[in-house]
């Protein structure tokens, strides 16, 4: 795990400054990479790489920037957990290190471009074809690992994160297209980001850099492909296969490893599989709020490591912390984007650092399994539509109104939602009906100038991927899990990103393994989803390695934060005198003044005070600040 960054001239011209440019993008990405620095440029000074390096695999020969010593260079961030199948697929007597970045260069080697259909992980990286005289960069099937690039007066710049790229911008702009989605989702959609002329290599992606031209494919992609041939009971016995074996090779590490523990089902699932597995010893680490019990899932938590028998280290996050560290986390994120969440994850990795390296976690669980009340929702309406249309049993896609039922006590804390989901638009197509139940603008009133962001429709941008060619159109949970899988998933892994890499830790998750990802698409809605059961296939094929108080627990809200609690409390102040600077108050598309006005008004569990302080503390944090980046670069 590391920090990766670099340039490439597009007319093969020789940068001026190119070493102090290396340097300078290093020192930006140096949280992310404690245990080493390299650089490397090009003989013709038209191309060089950054890289920091934090120590897992292959501990004393696995220095970046690395050579093949046939003119290919690669700077490399993340795993590959079938290094050691590789190795040997390619030939022993190729490598001079132990390390997974060696097997990346004699994989491009081998399978030119094609290399990154033989890699299974996490990964995003930049290398150097010397013979074809090409740049070649890559990202993992997910993104898990970021990638982000811009050009820049002809220049090719690109980082693991954006702050790295800053420096070389001509001006900090906002993309207002990316920042009307975010007022919408709270993420971007189709590689955008808040940064005007700042792109993210998407998932799933290669880009080529070569005679001047930039060229991005897709090289993955997920189909449902739904297999009706086989029961549940099928299906759950290779849920409990995969799992166990991407669990296996994810603990593939020459460090000690540890756990993200949340009490939910996901995370205990991985943290109960590795605990059994692991040769070293295992420490569980997780966040609570005494503040409230409403808040505090640390009894799961700790049932958990009781049933599975390993230390659990907590930390009690307060408001006080909030204060402190929020600042810290906006900028370590680069942009705002998903919950509140954030900010505890940050915490909790601040605690996994003291004593670990390597920590595993379960992001990608809801969005592959269908764990988001939302889908319940959705659900509950077609059941009636149905009802009303006599179309009940037609087809393996519909959940009886009979069987869901039970399940509805699930919403009991959603009725204003459910209230606002059906106050228009009842019945009407199934893009328009999600789109709906997760636009987060109609909260935003006189807060946003919303006359500064006509011309452009989110909706149109959700509808191209919700109803994408890969998924099919019968089955509504499979249309609404996949455009999570797209989109949230990605922005919930941002954040797993950089509250880990802020830290200096490594954080792995052994549901986003692509074998597993690809069957999982093949199982039925009536299956996974059956009688409205969140996530019913995987509770049932893991319930063996749980607790019954984790398995038949139905509370589950995902990292709750007392945070509007806070707002009208201790931190009432700090986060007034934020939206009230000077500057604050002069925003173009937000007004912080009605924002203040409302701060009192938030629900307990709403969304839109965090949203909005966050666009604040990011435009403070990188707009406010766009001189100090620019005197970086002049200063370097």
């Known amino acids: 795990m590391c920090g990766i960054a670099g340039m490439l001239d597009l007319s093969a011209q020789p940068i001026a400054g190119l070493d102090r440019s290396i340097a300078l993008m290093n020192n930006l990405l140096r949280h992310r990479g404690p245990d080493g620095e390299g650089m490397w440029q090009h003989p013709n000074r038209h191309a060089g790489f950054a890289h920091r390096r934090l120590k897992i695999i292959d501990l004393s020969t696995g220095d970046q920037p690395m050579t093949d010593r046939a003119g290919n260079w690669i700077t490399y961030n993340g795993e590959i957990y079938n290094y050691i199948e590789l190795r040997e697929e390619i030939g022993l007597n190729e490598f001079v290190t132990t390390s997974d970045t060696e097997v990346v260069l004699r994989a491009f080697r081998k399978w030119g471009a094609g290399c990154v259909n033989h890699l299974r992980g996490m990964f995003a990286f930049a290398l150097w074809d010397e013979a074809e005289k090409t740049l070649f960069c890559a990202r993992d099937r997910f993104g898990i690992k970021p990638f982000y690039y811009t050009i820049v007066d002809n220049v090719f710049y690109f980082a693991s994160e954006i702050k790295a790229l800053l420096p070389f911008v001509k001006s900090i702009e906002t993309n207002l297209e990316a920042f009307k989605e975010y007022l919408t989702f709270q993420f971007c959609l189709s590689g955008r980001t808040l940064f005007k002329d700042i792109h993210e290599l998407q998932p799933g992606h290669t880009l080529r850099v070569k005679n001047g031209q930039v060229v991005v494919e897709r090289y993955w992609e997920v189909y449902y492909h739904l297999d009706f041939e086989h029961t549940a009971r099928y299906f759950e016995e290779q849920l409990q296969e995969m799992m166990a074996d991407s669990v296996r090779v994810h603990l593939r590490s020459d460090v000690p490893l540890g756990a993200y523990v949340s009490g939910g089902m996901d995370s205990s699932i991985v943290a109960s599989l590795s605990s059994k597995q692991s040769d070293k010893e295992f420490i569980g680490f997780t966040g609570k709020f005494s503040f409230s019990e409403d808040y505090d899932e640390s009894r799961y938590t700790r049932a958990l490591a009781s049933y599975c028998g390993f230390e659990l280290q907590e930390i009690d996050i307060t408001a006080s912390d909030f204060i402190e560290n929020i600042r810290k986390v906006i900028y370590h994120l680069d942009f705002p984007v998903a919950g509140p969440g954030s900010f505890p994850q940050y915490m909790v990795s601040m605690l996994a650092s003291g004593s670990r390296k390597v920590v595993l976690g379960g992001q990608g669980g809801d969005e592959i399994f269908g764990g988001y009340t939302r889908y319940l929702i959705a659900y509950f309406e077609q059941c009636i539509k149905a009802a009303i249309d006599g179309t009940m049993n037609n087809g393996n896609f519909i959940v009886t109104y009979e069987s869901i039922i039970p399940n509805l006590t699930a919403l009991r804390n959603y009725k204003p939602l459910l209230q606002e989901f059906w106050r228009e638009g009842l019945f009407e197509e199934m893009d328009k009906r999600y789109f709906r139940l997760i636009n987060r603008a109609p909260e935003l009133k006189d807060e946003v100038r919303w006359d500064l962001l006509n011309g452009y429709s989110p909706f149109e941008s959700?509808?191209?991927?919700?109803?994408?060619?890969?998924?099919?159109?019968?089955?509504?949970?499979?249309?609404?899990?996949?455009?999570?899988?797209?989109?949230?998933?990605?922005?919930?892994?941002?954040?797993?990103?950089?509250?880990s890499m802020a830290h200096g830790i490594e954080s792995r998750v052994p549901f986003l393994d692509h074998p597993l990802i690809e069957m999982v698409a093949t199982i039925p809605s009536d299956i996974k989803f059956k009688d409205g059961t969140m996530k019913r296939v995987l509770k049932d094929a893991m319930r063996h390695v749980l607790p019954d108080v984790i398995v038949e627990r139905k509370d589950k809200m995902g990292f709750p934060t007392p945070l509007n609690e806070w707002i009208r409390g201790e931190a009432h102040e700090f986060v007034r005198d934020i939206l009230t600077t000077q500057k604050a108050l002069s925003r173009d598309v937000i007004d912080n003044r009605k924002v203040v006005e409302g701060l009192d008004s938030e629900p307990k569990f709403g969304r839109k005070i965090w949203g909005l302080l966050s666009l604040e503390l990011w435009q403070q944090e990188f707009h406010d600040k766009a001189h100090y980046f620019r005197e970086l670069r002049e200063h370097n």
Do not use: C, I
């Open 462 to 499: 959700l509808r191209t991927v919700f109803n994408g060619n890969n998924v099919g159109k019968e089955s509504y949970f499979d249309l609404m899990t996949h455009f999570d899988f797209k989109t949230l998933l990605p922005a919930l892994l941002q954040v797993e990103d950089r509250v």
